[in-house]
Structures are given as C-alpha cells and as structure tokens.
C-alpha cells in the first residue's frame, strides 16, 4: 500500500504522468515510457517543451485510480467549484450529489472526493519540479532554457496557489499566516516533509512568480498565439494576483492584474455569445481542445454544454444559474441573454405547477395548456441563440429555469477548450483590490470597463458606494465568471454564506440543496489533508506536526 501511495502522492510523476500519451499535431507529440529517466526526458530544450505540454495534458486527462469523471480541471471546477456554490444548480443530479453540493465531505479523509484536488495539484508540482532540477542541463539556447524554466515554475505556482483554497483556512483566519499551510515540495524528493505555514506558502508562490516573470522577461520569448494551454508571462502575472487577492495584498494584487491583461483585450459579444468553446481574444490560460484529444465522456463540455452529450441525449439539462441572482442583472444585459430566465417568457407564472415543475424547474411540465406553450416559446428562444456551426442547445428537449447557452462543444460528445484565465477576471481583480484599498472610484471604473465599455450593455452606470457598491461587485463576478470554477472559492475568500432557496421559497434549487451553508461551518470551508497523504508522509503523523 505504501508504495502506491508514494506513486500516487510524492514526488516526480514525469515517467508514468508527464508523457501521458502519444498525441496528434503540436500539442504533446512524444511517446510514453516507464523507462525514460528524467535527464533524458528534459535533455534538450525541445524535450523540456514536451514536457510542458504534458503537463499542460494532465490538466484534461482523466486520472483512472480515482475513477470516472476525475479529469484534471475538469473535475475541480465542477466538484470543487460549482456543485458547492450558491448560483451553479444541477438540479437533476442534485439529490444524489447533494453531500457535495452541501459540503459534507470535508472532513471525510479516507475519500476521493478529498483526496482528488491534493493528488491532482501535486501531480502538476511533481513534474513542475522534475523539469526545474534537469532543465539548467539541457541541451538548447539559454533562452528556450530560461522560457521552460519560467513555465515549469508557473506551473508549480499555479498548482500551489489552488492547494490553498482547498487545504487551508481563509487569510483572515489564519492569525496571519501563522496557520497551516500546504507541503511545500519544491524539489524532486519524495519523503517525509512537514507543513510550511499559510505565510510560507504564499511567500513561495510570490517567489516563483517573481522568478517565472523574471525569466520570462529574459527568454525575450512567448508561447504561440495559439497555445493558450502554454503559460507565459501573462499567466504568471494573473496568477500573481489571484494569490495576492486571496491572501488581502489588495495593492499587489491591482498591479499584477493590469500586467495580466495587457494584450487581452475584452472579447466583443459576438464572441462572448459563440459558445466558450474556441479561445477569444481575452483566454489567458486555457485548456487544449482539439478533437484529436477527444476525453470522451470525461470532458466538461460532455455533461456541462448546453449541445454537449447528456444535454442533447438526456433529461439533465447542462446547469442553470441562481434565480435571485440572475434577476437582480438587467435584462439588456448581453450575459443575461445565455440564460432561460423569466424575463424571457412573459405571461407565464413561474411560482406555481402551472408551466413547469416545482421540482427541478424543467419548463413546460407543468399541468395545464400554458407548460405546452412555455416550451414552445423556450424551445424558440434557444433555437433563436443556437451558435452558427455548432450542433442545437438541448436536443433533448429539456430545458431548465435558468439553463444556461453559455457553454458548448464543437465536437461530439464533449470537445471544447476550456478557459482557465480570462482578462474579465482581472477587470474584476481590479474592481475588488480597489474597493478594499478604499478606492471607489477605481471599483467603479472597473466595473464601467467590464460592463459598459465592453458592450455587455452600454447603458451601465455605477453610482453606488460602500456595501452597495461590493455587491454590485460580487453580483457581477459571479455573473460573469459563472460555471468557469470560481464561485465556491470566491464565497470562502468573501467568508460568505452560501443560501440556495427552493422554488417554494422564490428560488430554483432543488429541495435537497436548498438550504444555508455558514461561512464559519463545514470545517471552515477547508478540505482535511487526505488520509493517504498523512499516511505516506511520516512527518505529518502524531507528534511529528
């Protein structure tokens, strides 16, 4: 069992996980093998860059210890991310996904569901850490060696800054720092290890970072325009400030997210409304999602597409947006019009049987003549949003109170790229660090940018302050990052109750779900190491904490 565990958890992957698999075009061409030792796999500067891109597919691979649908990113913003949060319903599944949905695993160590986001961020620090001890070796120019230097080490900055959202307390808990943090492997060890503390692990984030920009800057080099799925300078810049937003270094985190976007400009609503599956002008950071790379059933876009699999073959719908907060948006919002709300269908009562169910919010099965009509109209509505080229929004036929025709595939059954990084967030970064460094001019110019300026609807004005005005922030953080994994993570930074209401009570959650989540209940909002972790790892034991 130990010797799976030191596989599974520690250590260097790069045989069995970095060369995961021999892959078409100029996203991973290499072949794998168990006998490939490290020196030789980062020997020269073109090998380093195959290794990049196989971590890079790690992000979409799925893992087969942990069974099915545990598929890099994939698995972490639907689990980690979406099912816990106030606004991202699934309503279908809800009953039977509703310990995760209401956070009942966190304190379950011997699971998956715990174990997952560990096994899968240390595997990306593994191979991180493999590319950084051989890459000062390679064969090549010293600027391909110093690009695939400053990649590895966003990578591992990457990796690490996700660790903290699920492993560790809130910044505002953790007496500054002083509270637990994450392993900090930053070499290819594999044994026993303590804890750093939460100021530790941010300190060894800032410094990646610093040194990733640094090198990047030298190398003179940038990824192609093309490989969204590569890190650059850019990618370090934003993850740079998603660490310095979490961890309250609001003036840090405003600098770095301006760096971020330059040269990601705000795609325009034409683009915001073709689909999410192709990267627009403001993809930062991105999965690979060509069809020769087709994860089948195990790709977000196969469950979570509006014309993905289960949408176009299955009663399940592909996730609906919070009813009270998508009618607290304007209704000429360009955003607001990827969702099947209320507004769209006027006329109709959507507080009782008589045009939908009061179960899962399927329109159009309530009991009397006006279910019939209200699918006709919602049928219309999305046959009128259908993405030109790609296959129709719920062939099935099944349509949810406030379903979303945000997210599609352009193969079948769930072949998308996926964003990561968007110039949006930092707009948001920006909105946020400014609030809380106490200037509300910045939070309103920023909001005016991501809002008006955009196009997202040109009317918008902000004239709010003071609560107001960090409400108005929030709603439009989740509106405009919704289903892209952030809301779980932003509640716990926000130290924010999550409170989903049922139809009964003017919401549109399921029965099982709806209900209150304090922010100062389920283990403070952090994931327990898991068992196999502090197992394997004799430091971390009884007496030797």
Known sequence: MKKIINKLFAGSLLAGMMLVSSCAGDYLDTTPTDSTGATDAVGTTANAMKALNGISKLMTTQHYYFGQ??????NIIAHY?????????????????????????HTRTNSIYDAYAWYYYYTIIGNANTILANIDGAMGLEAERNFAKACALTFRAYAFE???????????????????????????????????????????IYDDLDAAISLFEQSGMDRDASQVW??????????????????????????????????????????????????????????????????????YGTQFSCNGYYASTAATGAGAIGRELINRIPNNDARKALFLTEDKFPGYNFN???????????????????????????AAYCAKMAVNGLAAPYQAGYMYLGGQLKFYVFDTPG??????????????????????????????????????TSGRNPEYTCDKSGEALW?????????????????????????????????????NAHISIARTIPASGANMWTWDVPLNETDYNDELKPGNE
């Open 69 to 74: 649908g545990f598929a890099g990113e994939n």
């Open 415 to 452: 072949v998308s790229y996926l964003p990561f990084i968007r110039s949006s967030e930092m707009v948001l970064v920006e909105a946020e660090a400014s609030y809380f460094l106490n200037d509300e001019t910045g939070a309103k110019a920023a909001l005016i940018e991501l809002n008006a």
């Open 471 to 507: 409400s108005e922030i929030m709603d439009y953080r989740e509106l405009e990052l919704w289903g892209e994994g952030f809301a779980w993570s932003d509640y716990k930074r926000w130290n924010r109750d999550v409170v989903r209401h049922s139809f009964a009570e003017g919401g």
């Open 162 to 204: 996700k660790l903290v959202h699920y492993y560790c307390w809130r910044w505002q808990d953790s007496n500054n720092g002083a509270s637990q943090g994450v392993v900090l492997r930053i070499d290819e060890s594999t044994g026993g290890q303590g804890y750093a503390t939460l100021a530790e692990t941010y300190k060894q």
């Open 230 to 299: 590569m890190p650059n300078i850019n990618v370090a810049h934003a993850v740079y400030a998603r660490a310095a937003l979490t961890k309250q270094d609001y003036s840090k985190a405003l600098s770095e997210a301006k760096l971020a976007r330059q040269n990601y400009p705000l795609m325009s609503n034409a683009d915001y409304q073709s689909g999410f599956c192709n990267p627009t002008s403001e993809w930062i950071f991105g999965s690979f999602g060509g069809s020769q790379e087709n994860n089948w059933y195990w790709s």
């Open 352 to 378: 009782d049987d008589s045009a939908m169910d009061l179960t899962y919010g399927i329109l159009g099965l309530g009991k009397t003549a006006a279910a019939d009509d209200l699918w006709d109209d919602a």
């Open 81 to 105: 991310e979406n099912y816990p949060s106030e606004n991202y319903l699934y309503n279908y599944y809800a009953s039977g996904w509703s310990p995760i949905h209401n956070q009942e695993f």
